[in-house]
T-cell receptor, first 111, second 112 residues
Framework: DTEVTQTPKHLVMGMTNKKSLKCEQH?????MYWYKQKAKKPPELMFV???????INESVPSRFSPECPNSSLLNLHLHALQPEDSALYLC??????????FGNGTRLTVT | LAKTTQPISMDSYEGQEVNITCSHN???????ITWYQQFPSQGPRFIIQ???TKVTNEVASLFIPADRKSSTLSLPRVSLSDTAVYYC?????????????FGTGTLLAVQP
């Protein structure tokens, strides 16, 4: 079990679809993260939110659009993705100097 | 940002102690060293964090020499379920503006 919940667990979408990934935590953490992980590779940082404001964008293409509607929720809106965007998308949260708490990810397949 | 270097893979047998070393030559004064474990199709899970000397918890120990340019994760008496990828991260803890970058990780394979 994890304290960071990600939905859906699996997602298949076409290149013209619009979909969203959701992440939720109720630990009172004020920093939330999106990572992307390809098979047999380490997680790659995409975005960091601090107190619901975007603080880091690691030059991610605009077809990925993050949103933090409140301190417990983090969304990743997807539009016009490419097959190479297929990966495991991981959400994490932290607060102060605490280690990251990760969800178990959404396995995304773009067809 | 401090870059980390770890062995790509390690093999061990059940019941043995496993030591995984991470090099981080340009670690900053305010950086902590954190280790995560990841099983296939799951998110990384926090194992242990330290700043200097030695830290021990119920699952592992972390040894950090005085110059802090490397660290060693020690897993006592591993079992088959410890087969996973282990990542060493260096950064100023979790936080709002911290780029916590994963290195390549070490795939530990535990055999019977």
């Amino acid at each position: 079990d994890t304290e960071v919940t990600q939905t859906p667990k699996h997602l298949v979408m076409g290149m013209t679809n619009k979909k969203s990934l959701k992440c939720e935590q109720h630990m009172g953490h004020r920093a939330m993260y999106w990572y992307k992980q390809k098979a047999k590779k380490p997680p790659e940082l995409m975005f960091v939110y601090s107190y619901e404001k975007l603080s880091i964008n690691e030059s991610v293409p605009s077809r990925f659009s993050p949103e933090c509607p409140n301190s417990s929720l983090l969304n990743l809106h997807l539009h016009a993705l490419q097959p190479e965007d297929s990966a495991l998308y991981l959400c994490a949260s932290s607060h102060g100097g605490s280690p990251l708490h990760f969800g178990n990810g959404t396995r995304l397949t773009v067809t | 940002l401090a870059k980390t270097t770890q062995p790509i893979s390690m093999d061990s047998y059940e019941g043995q102690e496993v030591n995984i070393t991470c090099s981080h030559n340009n670690i900053a004064t305010n950086d902590y060293i954190t280790w995560y474990q990841q099983f296939p199709s799951q998110g990384p899970r926090f194992i242990i964090q330290g700043y200097k000397t030695k830290v021990t918890n119920e699952v592992a120990s972390l040894f950090i020499p005085a110059d802090r340019k490397s660290s060693t994760l020690s897993l006592p008496r591993v079992s088959l379920s410890d087969t996973a990828v282990y990542y060493c991260l260096v950064g100023p803890g979790g936080g709002a503006t911290n780029k916590l970058i994963f290195g390549t990780g070490t795939l530990l394979a535990v055999q019977p």
